[in-house]
Structure formats: structure tokens, C-alpha cells
T-cell receptor, first 109, second 115 residues
Framework: DAKTTQPTSMDCAEGRAANLPCNHS???????VYWYRQIHSQGPQYIIH???NNETNEMASLIITEDRKSSTLILPHATLRDTAVYYC??????????FGTGTRLLVSP | EAGVTQFPSHSVIEKGQTVTLRCDPI?????LYWYRRVMGKEIKFLLH????????ESGMPNNRFLAERTGGTYSTLKVQPAELEDSGVYFC?????????????FGPGTRLTVL
């Protein structure tokens, strides 16, 4: 599995956009970029994934650079409930998810 | 549609006892995964079922752990005998069989405490 690099922590004001970066410079051509988050001790929650193109769903947007060596998860209007640890993971097919330490996002009033 | 469910939510046992954790995946999901997070560590993969077959069990820590998925529906993870270092949160996830990009959906986890 390709390694990913994320900042340890980030802060965001409530109502503002949260932009979480991820570097995956060794990603293979068929590996997807996935984002999950874990709120407190709950089970990890799937957010979004993509291969080459930018993706958007009801939770977030995923921007992948043209060379696919990095990506950014965007939460357009962060709320207090978005405070969590966010994990960027690259994998292909039905492989296991390899969780790193993630980015601890703190959304403040 | 119901999500991934796990039972029990909490279990407290003494060292040397046996505990069985259960996971019910989302209906129709052939892939089932077990993960765990021990105190202060990252979430680690344990094993992966495709239907009733073990596809990847490279993360199973030792032979005290036994996972089964008879009939390809729900799965159990038995720890026998339990040791102190087995304490942690055990997560189950499931996914469909479709294409190369498939998301795993996680259950709420079982918090295991071994005293």
C-alpha cells in the first residue's frame, strides 16, 4: 500500500471551509484515494473516494492533483460535529484499509 | 437499510477467559473485514472474508484468535484465551463486490476489556 502523509492536526472555525491535505507521492495507477473519519471512539465513517477526477458528495469534495501525488478533502461548511480524526488512505480493489495516524481536525465556534 | 451491526457493544472479561464477538454485515455485502484498535495505537487490519472464505488473514496476531463466517453471512471472532493486550476496540466492516473502488462501511465496534 502506498504511504500517505497528513498533518497531525488542524483547526477550523465553524462555518468555514476545512481543507485537509494529503500527500501520496508513491500512489500506483490503479490505486484509489479514500477518506474516512473517526469521531470519538465510533467506527470509522466513509466520506469519499476517487481515482483521477475530482469528486463531490453530500459530505465533502475531493480534489486530486493531475499527477495524483496529492489530494485535498474539503468540508465546505464545517460544523462542530465535524471534529474528528480524518484518514487519507490509498488502496485498490478489496484490499484492507491501512490507517495511519490521520489529521485531528478541531472545529471551534 | 440497516448498517453493519456488532454485538456486544462492550465486553469485560478476565484474563484466560473466552470471548466471542459477532458482526452482521450489510445485507448483500460479500466482503467482511475485521479491524481493531488497541490503546494508543492505530487501527489495524485483522482479516478479510469473501463470502465464507478467508481472503487475507495476515493481520491476525496469533492463534488465540479465530474468525469464522459460516454461510457467508454474519461473522464471529473468538479470542481464547484472552490476554491483557487483547483489550481494545474491535471493528467490523463490509463492502460490496463491484469494480476496483469499493467503500467499506464500519460497525460501531465492540469494546473489549481484559482484566
Amino acid at each position: 500500500d502506498a504511504k500517505t502523509t497528513q498533518p497531525t492536526s488542524m483547526d477550523c472555525a465553524e462555518g468555514r471551509a476545512a481543507n485537509l491535505p494529503c500527500n501520496h507521492s508513491t500512489i500506483s495507477g490503479n490505486e484509489y484515494v479514500y477518506w474516512y473519519r473517526q469521531i470519538h471512539s465510533q467506527g470509522p465513517q466513509y466520506i469519499i473516494h476517487g481515482l483521477k477526477n475530482n469528486e463531490t458528495n453530500e459530505m465533502a469534495s475531493l480534489i486530486i492533483t493531475e499527477d495524483r501525488k496529492s489530494s485535498t478533502l474539503i468540508l465546505p461548511h464545517a460544523t462542530l460535529r465535524d471534529t474528528a480524526v480524518y484518514y487519507c488512505i490509498v488502496r485498490v480493489g478489496f484490499q484492507k484499509l491501512v490507517f495511519g495516524t490521520g489529521t485531528r481536525l478541531l472545529v471551534s465556534p | 437499510e440497516a448498517g453493519v451491526t456488532q454485538f456486544p457493544s462492550h465486553s469485560v472479561i478476565e484474563k484466560g477467559q473466552t470471548v466471542t464477538l459477532r458482526c452482521d454485515p450489510i445485507s448483500g455485502h460479500d466482503n467482511l473485514y475485521w479491524y481493531r484498535r488497541v490503546m494508543g495505537k492505530e487501527i489495524k487490519f485483522l482479516l478479510h472474508f469473501v463470502k465464507e472464505s478467508k481472503q487475507d488473514e495476515s493481520g491476525m496476531p496469533n492463534n488465540r484468535f479465530l474468525a469464522e463466517r459460516t454461510g457467508g453471512t454474519y461473522s464471529t471472532l473468538k479470542v481464547q484465551p484472552a490476554e491483557l493486550e487483547d483489550s481494545g476496540v474491535y471493528f467490523c466492516a463490509s463492502s460490496q463486490v463491484r469494480g476496483l473502488g469499493n467503500e467499506q462501511f464500519f460497525g460501531p465496534g465492540t469494546r473489549l476489556t481484559v482484566l
